[in-house]
């Protein structure tokens, strides 16, 4: 009988802080529709994480367009914060031109960075440390006193506050503006090296 006790009550244990965990975790997630003069190429869907002080935020999309032949891409960005701080971020694309993948890590003193994409390497180490990314602002508005750390560049930038609840970031050339409504991102411009394009909010 005794084994079957342990069982039972290692089971239970399981079970009791796997519930525990879940109870303390928050999610949220949002869904996005990608336009390109007002024709849908793609959709996006972002998710936050929350567990105690620490949060996780995922960005998946997936685009099919034509650019002197048809473009087929699947983005993935991920974003991880302790206390309020970047630690990791990473961006993995793929498309029938090519791959691509960027890995930003703070290592105590400074941000270890090897990003590629279309056209563009960055080896370079970035200071920081920093609090907003591209995945972090699909869920919280900036005050437009920050700095925009890029899961794919793993460059730094001011955001700037444009207009009222508009906000611009200029990275490696690219314009990006985020517009936003009570406190919630409707928007999205973007400036692209392939193609300009918008994200807008679905639910």
């Not at 630690?87 to 960075?113: L, P």
């Not at 793993?154 to 990006?176: F, H, R």
Request: aromatic letters at 16%; proline letters at 2%.
């Amino acid at each position: 009988m005794k084994p079957l006790f342990y069982i039972f009550s290692f089971l239970f244990l399981l079970y009791f802080f796997s519930w525990e965990v879940h109870a303390q975790q928050t999610t949220e997630t949002a869904r996005f529709k990608i336009v390109v003069l007002g024709i849908q190429i793609g959709q996006m869907t972002a998710q936050k994480v929350g567990f105690k002080d620490s949060i996780a935020y995922k960005v998946d999309s997936q685009v099919s367009f034509w650019f002197f032949g048809d473009v087929d891409l699947r983005l993935n960005n991920r974003a991880h914060l302790v206390g309020g701080k970047i630690t990791k971020a990473y961006s993995d694309s793929k498309t029938n031109r090519g791959n691509f993948a960027s890995k930003i890590i703070w290592n105590g003193s400074q941000y270890s960075v090897d990003a590629t994409s279309y056209k563009y390497s960055n080896r370079s180490a970035l200071p920081g440390p920093h609090s907003w990314c591209s995945t972090k602002m699909f869920f919280h508005e900036p005050s437009g006193n920050e700095m925009f750390l890029s899961e794919v560049y793993g460059l730094a930038s001011p955001i700037k506050k444009i207009g009222t609840n508009i906000y611009e970031i200029n990275l490696n050339g690219n314009i990006t503006q985020y517009h936003y409504k009570a406190g919630k991102l409707e928007k999205i411009m973007v400036e692209s090296t392939i193609k300009d394009y918008q994200v807008r909010r679905i639910n």
